[in-house]
């Protein structure tokens, strides 16, 4: 694996910096997207880091006990920089570790942000995302749903029962409903669907909400998948 200089990490700050100022002036995505050309990135591509994440998600599922991986030489491989070859946003649920479920990846390999139910709809979570297909350079980006998920199940409470939760938690599941909504009395289990239903939306959503992901998706160098999460038998199954 390639390393990078210290020096040559852009941090977020000169990230965040560059790509306002480029929009300010009216740049295009694209010219934008050069700035960050210098900085060696993964040489894993769409279609091999897909590859990965279907290999190792086997490897889970049919092999648990060579998940097993040294991660004292994994940490000291990546002390000076990262390289991560594919973005997951999943759900904070416990039983969804994604380093572990796509086969026991080391230290550096996934760039993951995860809330519970897997949105993407505040600035910290998109910021995240952004960060990784534009500076580490990530090829793939996941939303990973997965059965029984919680904060689903209180959405589905919202459109069914017109239930009302405490605190932050009720504007957090308040961004899942319209999914909900959207498939209620629909064929099959209603939580189910509405799981799968999430996180199509919000792979569409980052796909073409974010300028920085769009223009990344139009020239290729980035794809948006949705994904569920087994917690029965381990299985990742792909939406899109």
């Known amino acids: 694996?390639?390393?990078?200089?210290?020096?040559?990490?852009?941090?977020?700050?000169?990230?965040?910096?560059?790509?306002?100022?480029?929009?300010?002036?009216?740049?295009?995505?694209?010219?934008?997207?050069?700035?960050?050309?210098?900085?060696?990135?993964?040489?894993?591509?769409?279609?091999?880091?897909?590859?990965?994440?279907?290999?190792?998600?086997?490897?889970?599922?049919?092999?648990?006990?060579?998940?097993?991986?040294?991660?004292?030489?994994?940490?000291?491989?990546?002390?000076?920089?990262?390289?991560?070859?594919?973005?997951?946003?999943?759900?904070s649920d416990s039983r969804v570790p994604p380093e572990l479920l796509f086969g026991g990846l080391g230290v550096g390999e996934l760039f993951v942000a995860r809330n519970a139910g897997n949105m993407a709809v505040d600035s910290a979570t998109m910021g995240s995302i952004e960060y990784g297909a534009a500076v580490l350079g990530t090829p793939v980006i996941m939303v990973l749903g997965h059965e029984r998920c919680g904060a689903v199940?209180?959405?589905?409470?919202?459109?069914?029962?017109?239930?009302?939760?405490?605190?932050?938690?009720g504007p957090m599941v308040q961004a899942i409903v319209p999914a909900a909504q959207a498939v209620k009395g629909k064929p099959g289990d209603f939580i189910d669907n509405v799981v799968r239903e999430s996180a199509r939306r919000t792979a569409v959503r980052i796909a073409t909400k974010s300028k920085i992901v769009a223009g990344l998706v139009k020239s290729g160098k980035v794809k948006v998948v949705a994904a569920r999460y087994d917690l029965q038998d381990g299985t990742v199954e792909y939406l899109t």
């Open 1 to 91: 694996m390639c390393k990078i200089c210290d020096s040559q990490v852009m941090g977020r700050r000169q990230f965040m910096a560059l790509g306002a100022a480029a929009l300010a002036a009216g740049s295009s995505l694209f010219s934008w997207d050069r700035a960050f050309a210098a900085d060696e990135t993964t040489s894993v591509t769409v279609d091999q880091a897909l590859a990965n994440l279907k290999a190792g998600n086997d490897k889970y599922v049919k092999e648990p006990q060579v998940c097993a991986i040294d991660l004292a030489k994994s940490r000291a491989n990546v002390t000076g920089n990262q390289m991560p070859w594919a973005t997951v946003l999943s759900c």
């Open 153 to 169: 199940v209180a959405a589905c409470d919202v459109v069914t029962k017109k239930a009302k939760f405490p605190g932050s938690i």
